[in-house]
């Protein structure tokens, strides 16, 4: 804490207000001149000229008064209005946001790794998180920063049961427990998320000062599923949709009747559209943030945050590409399959004996016939490989709204050449 200014300093400041208010000195000169006419001699130049001008006693006095008690009523409101106002701007100062959010990175490279449900950044930073600042000078404190994506979970829900990525794949259930198959086939594995959890997380205290008063803040696992989910539904079914007008185009272009000039036109309109078609807006993420400080001020900041994707590859699912390595019980199973013999548990069995090689330990040859060479079970690497289809989700660029830098970054870069119309519907 600051010490207060010595004596002879605040001294010094109170002579300084007393001249600078002149309208205090004005009533006091008011105040003392009825009393000094007095002293004048009555028979003197000086006193007749001022009775001549001004009234004669006790009217004099009753004006020089009335004069006086005017013009301190002017200084005492002026020095009143001075206190009100600096004490309403302490107050407004009080009452803004000391706390600024933003998302922690504007432009990520993000993947989906095979068989995964959620993407992952090429790129440093968390494409995933906000990034919370103190620009105040007072200490934020017990924060509760929630987050809303901007899309009833239900509707969520059907999209994904309805959509073409997830036909005839067991996905199943509802927005408390929605089971999203990842892989599809002998292996069959899937993952389990929740919509309806607590979308919310909780800070103790941002300092206003230091390297402290910035802190970065993963979204809740609800809302990052909510956004895969949605990523990973629509890119499949724009790009689908993007594919079939390039085809019906090709046609078009491909038919030795069309003109050269049309057939300009219409590739220079496929360049465009498919600039368009790759652009997925999300729904916006809106962010508030409630929290106090120790002046026992409390606060709530909402948030719109705002975000499209570039999609260069759409979620598929694919075939014989799977890079995990095949086991011999794959190869086994491929193998029964290819002969179409139906089996069940105990049938055969596959083990490793100690410091030994895998291998066929029993074997059924009354229901399954000969047992397989190992050449031949290496034979069905390819067999078992296609049969085994594994969700890819693609990849794209995951870019941010920079509101303070309108003509920077991605998202501000298509927004400006009209590729897409950005939403306001959670603004502030």
């Known amino acids: 804490m600051e010490s207060d200014p010595w004596l002879l300093a605040r001294i010094w400041d109170f002579t300084l207000a007393v001249v600078w208010n002149w309208k205090g000195l004005v009533a006091a000169v008011f105040l003392v ?129 309805t959509s073409d990525l997830f036909m005839s794949r067991n996905i199943e259930g509802d927005a408390k427990k929605l089971t999203v198959p990842l892989r599809f086939g002998d292996q069959s594995t899937s993952t389990y998320i929740t919509l309806t959890g607590e979308h919310f997380r909780k800070r103790d205290q941002i300092p206003a000062q230091g390297l402290a008063n910035e802190i970065t803040v993963p979204y809740p696992p609800g809302i990052k599923d909510e956004i895969s989910l949605w990523l990973l539904i629509t890119s499949h079914s724009q790009g689908r949709a993007s594919m079939a007008k390039r085809e019906q185009r090709a046609k078009i272009i491909g038919d030795p009747q069309t003109s050269d000039a049309l057939r300009m036109k219409l590739l220079h309109e496929q360049i465009q559209e498919m600039e368009r078609d790759s652009l997925l807006v999300l729904p916006d993420m809106k962010i508030t943030i409630s929290y106090g400080d120790f002046g026992q001020n409390s606060y709530s900041n909402t948030y719109a945050i705002r975000s499209i994707y570039k999609s260069m590859m759409g979620a598929e699912w694919v075939i014989g590409i799977e890079p995990r390595t095949l086991s011999l019980n794959d190869l086994v199973k491929a193998w029964l399959a290819s002969k179409g013999i139906a089996y069940s548990a105990g049938d055969y069995r596959v083990g490793q004996p100690e410091g030994g090689v895998e291998a066929i330990q029993t074997w059924n040859v009354a229901k399954l016939g000969v047992e397989p060479t190992m050449e031949q079970l290496q034979g069905m690497a390819s067999f078992a490989r296609n049969r085994q289809q594994v969700l890819l989700g693609g990849t794209g660029t995951l870019s941010y709204e920079d509101q303070d830098n309108p003509s920077e970054e991605f998202f501000n870069a298509y927004k400006n050449q009209g590729l897409f119309t950005p939403s306001f519907s959670s603004a502030p």
């Open 33 to 161: 001149s009825g009393p000094a006419l007095q002293l004048l001699r009555p028979d003197g130049n000086v006193r007749k000229t001022l009775d001549k001008v001004l009234p004669l006693e006790p009217t004099r006095r009753r004006i020089l008064i009335a004069l006086c008690f005017i013009v301190l009523y002017v200084s005492f409101f002026n020095t009143y209005d001075e206190v009100n106002l600096r004490l309403r701007a302490i107050q407004n100062e009080l009452k803004q946001a000391i706390l600024n959010a933003r998302p922690s990175v504007r432009d990520s490279l993000i993947r989906w790794k095979d068989g995964d449900f959620s993407p992952s950044s090429e790129r440093e930073g968390d494409p995933f998180a906000i990034t919370i600042k103190n620009i105040g000078s007072r200490n934020a404190i017990n924060l509760t920063i929630t987050f809303t994506f901007n899309i009833n979970v239900d509707e969520l829900v059907r999209m994904a049961l």
